[in-house]
């Protein structure tokens, strides 16, 4: 019975995390598929290329699915019985990476997602908050300094999990440890485009475009 329950956990992230609300709201706005403008990506980055106020909002509604997909692990964890810490943070774990997995390889537009970046904000939310604003700050400042979104993503992804240990922010679960871990992979392998043009020089630095509102 539990096995079963946590398949449920793995398919509902996926299928919450799979929800493509960039490609979604600039259809709907405009008319026109993100896929086909700047880095083809369906994330709030390549968004707000087009619409600032449009990137701000996929920002937010790519972490809440994030953060929806872990209540509904936990809902599920407690269907099953799974009343003790360890088995509500392994559920916990389970839907962080599968509702992140949904993002990058969304099954309503053929596996061609995101990077996983502002989904995993929700998730990292819920999993490991005090990580989560080192990480954050840690983005910002290769922002300011760089303005390469991309390397901010990588850098804060890469340390995510080393910082989590250090900060003992992981509730002592090893499920939740291996979690960051994978989420902050996939993220690095998601961006294996941006990490070549980062290192031949040629990565478009980020700017929001003004001409729309």
Not at 78 to 87: E, L, N, R
């Amino acid at each position: 019975m539990s096995m079963t329950f946590h398949f449920a956990t793995a398919v509902i992230a996926y299928l919450l995390g799979s929800i493509p609300f960039g490609y979604i709201l600039v259809r709907v706005f405009y008319g026109q598929d993100v896929r086909e403008s700047g880095s083809g990506n369906i994330g709030a980055t390549n968004v707000a290329r087009s619409s600032p106020a449009l990137g701000a909002l996929t920002l937010l509604l790519d972490a809440a699915k994030g953060l929806l997909a872990m209540a509904a692990g936990s809902l599920l964890a407690a269907s099953a019985g799974q009343a003790t810490a360890k088995s509500r943070y392994t559920f916990a774990a389970l839907a962080a990476v599968f509702a992140v997995i949904g993002h990058m390889f969304p099954i309503w537009l053929k596996f061609r997602g995101g990077k996983g970046v502002a989904t995993s904000v929700g998730v990292f939310l819920a999993l490991a908050p005090k990580t989560l604003l080192v990480a954050l700050a840690l983005f910002v400042a290769l922002i300011a300094a760089f303005r390469y979104v991309s390397l901010g993503s990588i850098v804060a992804a890469a340390a995510f999990p080393m910082i989590a240990y250090g900060l003992h922010d992981y509730h002592s679960s090893p499920g939740i440890l291996a979690a960051t871990s994978a989420i902050a992979v996939l993220i690095i392998i998601k961006h294996h485009d941006n990490i070549r043009r980062l290192l031949a020089g040629t990565e478009n630095r980020f700017a929001l475009k003004r001409t729309r509102a």
